[in-house]
C-alpha cells in the first residue's frame, strides 16, 4: 500500500474525529440551561421541571450520545475504503458528512422547535421585552479596545508575497534539477498557482472576518456597562487573536508548499502531508481561543446581579434568524455562539445560501465525474511514424522513438 493511502486514511480519520469533536462540543449542551436558555429558548428557570420539558431533554440526551456514537463509527469506517477505491471513498465519506450534519441539524432545530411550542403553550413570554433593541452608548465609545489590531496580520502577509514573488522567479530556469523548463508562465506551474491562489484568497478571508468581528456591533447582556464591556471585549479578542495565528499558520503552509512547487515539477507526499496538517491547525487556531472563551464568558454571566431580560425567540422560532426590523446581514447563532448566521429575512441572505448550495452541489458533481475518469480511464497508446503518443485522462506524453536510449520491461508498474 503506498504511503499516500495512509496519509489520507490518517487526515481523513483525524478530520472525522475532530468534525464529531466541535460539534458535540458546541451543540451537545443545549439541554443545559444557560444564559436564560434551553435548547435556544427563552424561558424561566423553574420551566425544567415542566414534564413535557423533561422528556424532551431526556430525549434529545440520548439522540445525541447515540448520534455522535453512530457518526465517528461510521466516518471511521468509510476511510478504509481509501485503500480499495479513492473515488469511492471520497464519494462515500462526502455521504457520511452529509448524513451526519443532516441528522445533527434535524436534531437541534426539531428540539429547538418543539421546546418554543412548548413555551407558548405554557404562556412563557415577556411581551414587554420582545422587540426592544438596546444599545449601551459606553460600551460603543470603548468598541476600539476590544479587538487585536490587524497590523498583527503584516508579518503573515510579508511572509506570503516575499514567498510568492520567491517561488515565482524561482523556476526560470531550463535545467530540469533547479526550477520549471519553461518559463515563468510554463504550464508546469500550475500546481504553484493553484496553491498560491488558494492561499492568497484564504489569507485575505481572514482579514477580512478580522475587520468584521472588530467593527460588529456589541452585544448587551446586563444592566451593567462594566459586564457588557468584559463579555464584548473577551469575545471579539478571542476571535481577533485566533484569526491573527490562523493567518501566520495559513501563510506558512501556502509558502512553504509554493517554495516546494517552485524547487520541482511536483510535490511529495511528505509535503502534501505537512501543507494538509498546517490547514487543520490553522482551523484549530481559530477555534481554540474561541472554545476557551466561552468558559470564561458562561461564568461573567452567570455571576451577573443585573441580567438583562430578552425575549426575541419569534424570531428564531424556526431554528434560524428572520427578523425584518433588524437590518443586520450576519448575528451571533443562537444555536451555538462559536458560530454566525445569517438573517433570512434579507434577500442577499436568501441569495448567499442559494448561491451556496448550487456551487456546492456543482463542485461536488465536478469533483466526482474528474475523479471517476481518473480511475477508470485507460491508457491510449498512438505510433504515428517515428512519434510516440501515450495519453490518459487528460494527461499526455509525446517523444521520438530516435530519442529512446533504451528500454526496459517490467513485470507490474510501480505504485505511482
Not at 462526502?94 to 448524513?99: D, I, K, M, Q, R
Not at 468584559?230 to 509554493?258: C, D, E, H, P
Not at 419569534?314 to 455562539?337: A, I, T
Amino acid at each position: 500500500v503506498r504511503i499516500m493511502s495512509w496519509i489520507i486514511f490518517a487526515v481523513f480519520l483525524m478530520i472525522d474525529l475532530i468534525t464529531v469533536l466541535i460539534c458535540g462540543f458546541a451543540y451537545g449542551k443545549k439541554d443545559s440551561y444557560q444564559e436564560g436558555m434551553l435548547f435556544g429558548v427563552h424561558v424561566p428557570q423553574d420551566a425544567l421541571e415542566d414534564p413535557k420539558v423533561r422528556e424532551l431533554t431526556g430525549r434529545f440526551s440520548k439522540g445525541w450520545k447515540l448520534l455522535q456514537t453512530v457518526g465517528l463509527l461510521a466516518g471511521a469506517a468509510v476511510c478504509f475504503l481509501n485503500f480499495v477505491s479513492f473515488t469511492a471513498f471520497l464519494i462515500l465519506w462526502c455521504v457520511w458528512l452529509f448524513g451526519y450534519m443532516a441528522g445533527l441539524y434535524y436534531m437541534i432545530y426539531h428540539t429547538h422547535r418543539r421546546m418554543y411550542r412548548v413555551k407558548m403553550e405554557r404562556g412563557w413570554i415577556r411581551e414587554d421585552s420582545a422587540r426592544i433593541v438596546r444599545i449601551d452608548t459606553d460600551v460603543s465609545a470603548m468598541a476600539d479596545q476590544m479587538p487585536i489590531s490587524w497590523k498583527w496580520h503584516l508579518p503573515a502577509l510579508i511572509l506570503l508575497v516575499g514567498s510568492g514573488t520567491t517561488a515565482f522567479f524561482a523556476g526560470d530556469s531550463t535545467d530540469a534539477g533547479t526550477g520549471f523548463s519553461s518559463g515563468i508562465f510554463s504550464a508546469d506551474r500550475t500546481g504553484f498557482y493553484v496553491i498560491y491562489l488558494v492561499g492568497v484568497i484564504e489569507v485575505l478571508s481572514l482579514l477580512a472576518f478580522h475587520f468584521w468581528v472588530g467593527r460588529r456591533p456589541n452585544a448587551v447582556y446586563s444592566q451593567n456597562s462594566e459586564i457588557n464591556f468584559a463579555v464584548n471585549m473577551l469575545t471579539k479578542r478571542a476571535w481577533t487573536r485566533g484569526l491573527v495565528i490562523s493567518v501566520l499558520l495559513a501563510s506558512a503552509a501556502t509558502a512553504y508548499l509554493s517554495v516546494r512547487l517552485a524547487m520541482s515539477d511536483w510535490f511529495s507526499d511528505v509535503n502534501f502531508f505537512l501543507y494538509i496538517l498546517c490547514q487543520m491547525l490553522t482551523a484549530g487556531a481559530l477555534l481554540m481561543p474561541v472554545i476557551l472563551m466561552r468558559k470564561r464568558r458562561g461564568e461573567i454571566l452567570a455571576a451577573d446581579a443585573q441580567p438583562l431580560q430578552v425575549d426575541d425567540d419569534e424570531y428564531w422560532k424556526n431554528g434560524w434568524y428572520s427578523n425584518p426590523y433588524d437590518s443586520r446581514l450576519f448575528v451571533q447563532d443562537r444555536m451555538s455562539d462559536m458560530n454566525f448566521t445569517m438573517n433570512m429575512a434579507r434577500p442577499a441572505a436568501k441569495a448567499i445560501c442559494t448561491a451556496t448550495a448550487v456551487l456546492t452541489a456543482l463542485v461536488v458533481i465536478f469533483a466526482a465525474v474528474v475523479l471517476i475518469r481518473f480511475e477508470t480511464a485507460e491508457v491510449s497508446f498512438v505510433r504515428e511514424g517515428d512519434l510516440i503518443e501515450i495519453s490518459a485522462a487528460g494527461y499526455k506524453c509525446e517523444f521520438a522513438l530516435s530519442d529512446v536510449k533504451s528500454a526496459e520491461l517490467f513485470d507490474q508498474m510501480p505504485d505511482d
